[in-house]
Nanobody, 123 residues
Framework: QAQLVESGGGLVQAGDSLRLSCAASGRSFTSYALGWFRQAPGKEREFVACISWGGGSTYYKDSVKGRFTISRDNAKNTVYLQMNSLKPEDTAVYYC????????????????WGQGTQVTVSS
């Protein structure tokens, strides 16, 4: 059964960096677009970044452009989210997700989801 497992979250100060990883297992995700989403307390889950199956196309939420970078290693079935210059408003549970085919920024197009990893940024 396909499974996505996130890691790398933690408690950091504003301005620090973190790198999240999401390891996929149970099947190959080479034909799948991969995305990162986040959900802050009391808010809806929102799109953060996504990457095409070959890694040639990436999209970002406007507020993270220039600070976050999504990448993938298909040989390792892993997607990463490098987060720099973190801000308190980045505090959320971060989820990775996979969808077959083209990239998308909407949640309901993704078929597989991880359990999430907490990122807390203190001011």
């Amino acid at each position: 059964q396909a499974q996505l497992v996130e890691s790398g979250g933690g408690l950091v100060q504003a301005g620090d960096s973190l790198r999240l990883s999401c390891a996929a297992s149970g099947r190959s995700f080479t034909s799948y677009a991969l995305g990162w989403f986040r959900q802050a307390p009391g808010k809806e889950r929102e799109f953060v970044a996504c990457i095409s199956w070959g890694g040639g196309s990436t999209y970002y939420k406007d507020s993270v452009k220039g600070r976050f970078t999504i990448s993938r290693d298909n040989a390792k079935n892993t997607v990463y989210l490098q987060m720099n210059s973190l801000k308190p408003e980045d505090t959320a549970v971060y989820y990775c997700a996979a969808k077959f085919g083209a990239v998308a920024t909407t949640l309901n197009q993704y078929q597989y989801w991880g359990q999430g990893t907490q990122v807390t940024v203190s001011s």
